[in-house]
């Protein structure tokens, strides 16, 4: 029996099947390469538009730096304490109303106790309360005590014009009024001005065998 061998050229001759296992290679490569070129493109399109929202972003968040401050000073102080939503705002809304009605009672016994001083003494024709008593409520001096029965008012009054040509006062004005400033409690002295009140002595000197020379 003969053999035959096969030619060197068939034995060099690719397999069909060799020929179709690389273009996948091939083509993988070229559309990775077409990949990377697509990413390096839309990097550079959208760098810029990144980099002008990562701006405008920051800008915001400095525009709104103190909601942000507050809100993170306030989460941790709430967790912490831990109170009850409810409770803390109705004591808030209970203290203001409270000043603002112990505001608004001043500011009306003021003018109560100025316009009944003005009645006690002929009228504005005849007579002006000190200046004070038409001042404010904040640090008012004709203020000189207040309490639960009310607000003490002490003030000197005097003919139109007093004050500004510094003449004496001829009149001493002291009541009280109520703490909702509508009505007057109690008149305590209404007449010609009273001494002041002699001051305070001081405190006694060191003993002598105690000083040094």
Same mark, same amino acid.
């Given at each position: 029996?003969?053999?035959?061998?096969?030619?060197?050229?068939?034995?060099?001759?690719?397999?069909?099947?060799?020929?179709?296992?690389?273009?996948?290679? %091939?083509? #993988?490569?070229? =559309?990775?390469?077409? @990949? &990377? *070129?697509?990413?390096?493109?839309?990097?550079?399109?959208? +760098?810029?538009?990144?980099?002008?929202?990562?701006?405008?972003?920051?800008?915001?968040?400095?525009?709104?730096?103190?909601?942000?401050?507050?809100?993170?000073?306030?989460?941790?102080?709430?967790?912490?304490?831990?109170? %009850?939503? #409810?409770?803390? =705002?109705?004591?808030? @809304? &209970? *203290?203001?109303?409270?000043?603002?009605?112990?505001?608004? +009672?001043?500011?009306?016994?003021?003018?109560?106790?100025?316009?009944?001083?003005?009645?006690?003494?002929?009228?504005?024709?005849?007579?002006?309360?000190?200046?004070?008593?038409?001042?404010?409520?904040?640090?008012?001096?004709?203020?000189?005590?207040?309490?639960?029965?009310?607000?003490?008012?002490?003030?000197?009054?005097?003919?139109?014009?007093?004050?500004?040509?510094?003449?004496?006062?001829?009149?001493?004005?002291?009541?009280?009024?109520?703490?909702?400033?509508?009505?007057?409690?109690?008149?305590?002295?209404?007449?010609?001005?009273?001494?002041?009140?002699?001051?305070?002595?001081?405190?006694?000197?060191?003993?002598?065998?105690?000083?040094?020379?």
């Amino acid at each position: 029996m003969w053999l035959i061998e096969p030619s060197a050229g068939a034995a060099k001759a690719p397999a069909s099947g060799d020929s179709k296992s690389r273009r996948p290679s %091939s083509m #993988g490569r070229s =559309t990775t390469c077409h @990949l &990377q *070129r697509s990413c390096r493109a839309t990097q550079a399109m959208t +760098g810029p538009l990144l980099k002008r929202a990562g701006r405008l972003v920051t800008r915001c968040l400095l525009s709104s730096g103190l909601v942000l401050a507050v809100s993170v000073l306030e989460a941790p102080l709430g967790r912490a304490q831990e109170p %009850s939503p #409810g409770s803390l =705002t109705g004591q808030t @809304l &209970q *203290r203001i109303e409270q000043i603002m009605g112990e505001a608004a +009672g001043l500011q009306r016994g003021i003018n109560l106790a100025r316009g009944t001083a003005a009645k006690l003494n002929g009228g504005l024709s005849a007579y002006r309360p000190a200046v004070c008593m038409f001042q404010g409520v904040s640090n008012n001096p004709c203020l000189v005590d207040r309490s639960e029965a009310g607000f003490t008012f002490r003030f000197l009054g005097g003919s139109p014009g007093w004050e500004q040509l510094q003449l004496p006062a001829t009149v001493e004005t002291e009541l009280v009024i109520s703490p909702d400033g509508r009505s007057v409690v109690q008149i305590l002295y209404n007449g010609f001005p009273r001494p002041e009140p002699a001051p305070t002595p001081e405190a006694a000197a060191p003993d002598a065998g105690n000083t040094a020379f």
